[in-house]
């Protein structure tokens, strides 16, 4: 989970300001219209009862079970068999779980209730529209994007029902909920004009190039055989347990809706990344809602349960053995937090990055300093506009956004004396000549894990 220190420690920055302990109020300031609030909110309210890393086990164990309950409750609304739950649980652990994006994990939930009240807002005319309208604004401050996804699902949705359906009552809930969707998009980000080539860059995507992500990016992390095997596996499973494709049209909705999403969104834009690869956490959800039971199986149940068991470990052996190997260097960088004094500023210098290593994992790991240490860590999220703390625009530092993928640049630095230590991830000790980090010496390594610590500090080490 590879942003999950950053999010955590952007908790731990609220966390410190709430109990009037945060040490770096002159860096940054609150983002209060952010669409980030529900899963922040309640990550912080975890971290008061509890230290950081138990609240954050706590958090993703939250997210985990959320998410496969709002689908089975929106999926026994369709009318789809109960045995299709199963695939909801490897269907978590694709690319979102693999990058860490927590707060876009916990809003998928929101938006399943959400459609789910909205199809009963179109069925009864009793149904309360408040209850839509208040589930609409919770899915807003949830995520900005999974909100305007499940805004355009229910109008598929609408568009297609035939019968009796309460139009008028839906679409006025609708224009509301979008006008809420606006003022976000027209929310000005003060920290672009810091970082404009990142923040001009569209990043598109051809046809064979989505295709390719689209079996990548459900079973994230496997080789292109392997994740096409798997891809073909779980298109296949609804009918090897013995169901079949429904006539009922607005049943498809989601899934029309998660296709577009993943032909004609770029993959970069306005400082975001993985923009539509990030949906297909929803591809397995979507499809689910699409079957009925058939009245003659294609398997024996036996057969089918085995299938199903088989196909489920296979898609959680990639999360599961990472975590293995996670585990060791984690272990390393934090018999290194437990011997460096609290409350410094820091630098982060992940090096070696290579997208079929396991070094991607630790992209921003140092930055749990910021969470536990009581510090602050560069390369910080408090660049991205979606972030409930940002920096002031008076103390934005050199390190601006793409440092952390090209920590070569530590060369072209101006100044690294604001910096009492500096972690790397290296295989071997490296040099910090020739940079404007030389006066930072080595004091300790454990694994792949370095630290460096200005000079000036060095006697305040274990203080």
């Not at 404009?196 to 190039?209: E, F």
């Amino acid at each position: 989970m590879v942003d999950m220190p950053q999010h955590a420690a952007q908790v731990a920055a609220l966390k410190g300001m709430i109990e009037g302990k945060f040490l770096w109020g002159d860096l940054v300031e609150f983002n209060y219209f952010t669409p980030y609030w529900l899963g922040y909110g309640t990550w912080l309210l975890l971290a008061i009862l509890f230290p950081m890393t138990v609240a954050t086990k706590l958090m993703l164990c939250l997210t985990f079970v959320s998410f496969v309950l709002g689908f089975s409750f929106l999926r026994r609304k369709f009318g789809a068999p109960e045995s299709l739950d199963w695939l909801l649980i490897p269907a978590f652990f694709g690319l979102p779980y693999e990058w860490g994006f927590l707060t876009f994990l916990l809003s998928a939930p929101i938006g399943a209730l959400f459609y789910h009240a909205n199809i009963r807002l179109m069925e009864d005319e009793k149904f309360p529209a408040s209850w839509v309208l208040l589930l609409g604004v919770i899915l807003a401050f949830a995520h900005g994007l999974m909100f305007a996804f499940f805004l355009f699902v229910v109008v598929m949705h609408l568009a297609s029902s035939e019968g009796k359906c309460h139009r008028k009552r839906s679409i006025a809930v609708l224009f509301a909920l979008f006008v809420l969707m606006l003022l976000f998009m027209v929310k000005g980000d003060k920290l672009a004009a810091y970082d404009l080539a990142m923040n001009n860059r569209l990043r598109l995507h051809g046809v064979s190039a989505k295709f390719s992500n689209l079996m990548k990016t459900v079973p994230s992390g496997f080789s292109p055989e392997g994740a096409f095997f798997l891809f073909v596996a779980i298109l296949a499973a609804p009918f090897a347990l013995g169901c079949k494709f429904t006539r009922k049209a607005p049943a498809f909705s989601m899934l029309m809706c998660f296709l577009l999403v993943f032909a004609f969104l770029p993959s970069f834009m306005s400082r975001t990344g993985f923009i539509y690869q990030r949906f297909s956490l929803l591809l397995i959800p979507a499809y689910l809602l699409c079957f009925e039971k058939k009245e003659v199986p294609l398997l024996k149940e036996g057969l089918a349960k085995g299938f199903l068991c088989v196909l489920m470990l296979l898609l959680m052996y990639n999360p599961l053995s990472n975590l293995v190997y996670f585990r060791n260097e984690s272990a390393a960088f934090k018999s290194l937090l437990d011997e460096l004094p609290k409350g410094k500023r820091a630098m982060s210098l992940v090096t070696g990055i290579d997208r079929q290593d396991i070094s991607i994992n630790f992209l921003h790991f140092p930055v749990w300093y910021q969470s536990i240490g009581d510090g602050w860590v560069d390369f910080n999220f408090a660049w991205y506009y979606p972030q409930p703390i940002r920096f002031r625009t008076d103390s934005v530092p050199e390190i601006k956004p793409n440092f952390e993928w090209n920590p070569a640049l530590v060369s072209i630095l101006k100044r690294c004396d604001i910096y009492d230590m500096i972690f790397v991830r290296a295989k071997g000790i490296p040099s910090l000549e020739n940079t404007a980090c030389h006066l930072h010496q080595h004091y300790k390594t454990n694994g792949n894990w370095h630290v460096f610590l200005k000079n000036t500090q060095r006697d305040g080490v274990g203080k």
